[in-house]
């Protein structure tokens, strides 16, 4: 029954409604069918990955589009944010405008929301209690015009909740044409796509482009002070560094990625150039999967792809805030980075000789995408080569190419 439910968790079964009741009913009447549809799929999501990993390289090196497949809404909408650079220039017009609108003051950013949601908008404002722990934190009624806001929420987190909704609220027309577009194909990733762009705003607000941008520079990238400066979270800092990207007033091209403990990859981006994995099984020599032994430190890695391609790369772990005692914790890593080239402009690359290639990290997208033979973290075979186990020879793992005392490739190992 486990093994069926990750085969129907697939976006592909999304609309046929099957429960865990009828997986049950086909367990105990057909066990055989069941195994069989379990087959399958792995044969299916095994053909699926090797075409995506092959179109990826042949996307990379000939610059055609990606082949169409079925996609989650989280999918459709990272693929969308990537093609746009992450860069919304309407967003952020609209960010300025509030700022004279509204009369906003850096020191006193919440009462002046509040105060032109309630006078301007007319919306009633409560904070308060909704549901506990793991309730909403977030509650907008528009027949009544009330807006709620967890009280669990911290002062930065209110003023970003506040903001998202000023921005659904009065960015209608644009956010309309904004979702609007082709690539998203379907009614959730539409309003997926709604939420992220009005958070994009609230970023926009909280940490506006010309001031942020100037400071960012002035502070040499130091994600902490740039926090403390604007009253904004770890994430919301490295997030608004990836959308510097306006013409002529541009910043570091960044990438960047959150992950959870899993290694599920929950939202990236780049403008690095550098590669990501679409989903999980991203290489596990990556620092931002090491910043989980450090909790709360910001770690720094010199990244080398298999092309020998260099990127300097920043890591630390984001908690996210428990409602209480039986909120069971969340802990999710943020990886930043940039070619190192762009590097010397970051406070984090003192003490770093990034001319050392050698002695940067060799990482790859995914054990499947890298050639690299020598890895003991390899996890799975490359698709690059034919697997080719020697009874007589072990090497760091079943995947790995071990070499002899002589420094040659172990026996039937060669070519």
Same mark, same amino acid.
């Given at each position: ?42 044969? #299916? ?60 003051? %850096? ?65 209608? %027309? ?81 990438? /960047? ?26 290489? =596990? ?19 080398? /792809? ?21 909120? =069971? ?15 010397? %402009? /970051? ?14 990290? =060799? ?16 996890? #799975? ?9 020697? %009874? ?5 793992? #079943?995947?790995?190419? =071990? ?13």
């Amino acid at each position: 029954v486990v093994a069926l439910s990750e085969v129907y968790s697939d976006g592909l079964f999304s609309e046929h409604g099957i429960d865990s009741a009828q997986m049950h009913e086909l367990v105990s009447t057909s066990p055989a069918i069941a195994r069989s549809i379990v087959t399958l799929y792995r044969a #299916f999501r095994g053909a699926r990955e090797s075409a995506d990993s092959l179109a990826g390289q042949v996307y990379d090196t000939q610059q055609i589009p990606e082949p169409t497949r079925s996609q989650l809404p989280s999918e459709e909408v990272s693929d969308y944010i990537q093609r746009r650079g992450n860069y919304f220039p309407e967003l952020e017009e609209a960010a300025r405008a509030l700022w004279e609108e509204a009369a906003l003051d %850096e020191d006193e950013l919440y009462h002046g929301l509040v105060r032109y949601v309630t006078r301007h908008l007319g919306l009633q404002l409560e904070v308060t209690r909704l549901g506990g722990p793991g309730g909403a934190l977030r509650h907008f009624d528009p027949e009544r015009g009330r807006l709620r806001l967890s009280s669990m929420l911290s002062p930065a987190s209110r003023v970003f909740q506040l903001l998202a909704q000023i921005g659904l609220s009065t960015l209608r %027309e644009q956010l309309d044409v904004l979702v609007g577009q082709p690539e998203l194909t379907s009614e959730p990733s539409r309003r997926l796509c709604r939420v992220v762009l009005a958070n994009y705003f609230a970023g926009a607000v909280v940490m506006p482009y010309a001031r942020f941008g100037q400071a960012a520079r002035d502070e040499r990238y130091d994600l902490e002070l740039l926090g403390h400066r604007f009253g904004a979270s770890f994430e919301q800092v490295c997030h608004r560094l990836t959308s510097l990207r306006r013409p002529g007033a541009e910043g570091i091209p960044f990438h /960047m990625i959150r992950v959870d403990m899993a290694g599920n990859i929950s939202k990236r981006f780049t403008a690095s150039g550098i590669r990501f994995a679409r989903f999980s099984g991203a290489c =596990p020599r990556w620092n931002v999967f090491g910043a989980f032994q450090t909790p709360g430190v910001i770690r720094t890695q010199v990244s080398v /792809m298999p092309d020998g391609e260099p990127y300097f790369c920043v890591a630390c772990t984001v908690p996210k805030s428990r409602g209480g005692y039986h909120e =069971p914790a969340t802990i999710q890593a943020i990886g930043l980075g940039c070619q190192v080239a762009d590097a010397r %402009e /970051m406070v984090y690359s003192e003490g770093i000789d990034l001319d050392d290639l050698d002695g940067g990290v =060799p990482v790859g997208v995914t054990c499947r995408l890298c050639p690299r033979r020598d890895c003991g973290q390899r996890a #799975f075979p490359s698709i690059r080569d034919p697997l080719v186990i020697d %009874e007589n020879v072990r090497g760091p793992s #079943f995947y790995t190419q =071990p070499v002899d005392v002589d420094g040659d490739l172990a026996p039937g190992r060669r070519g």
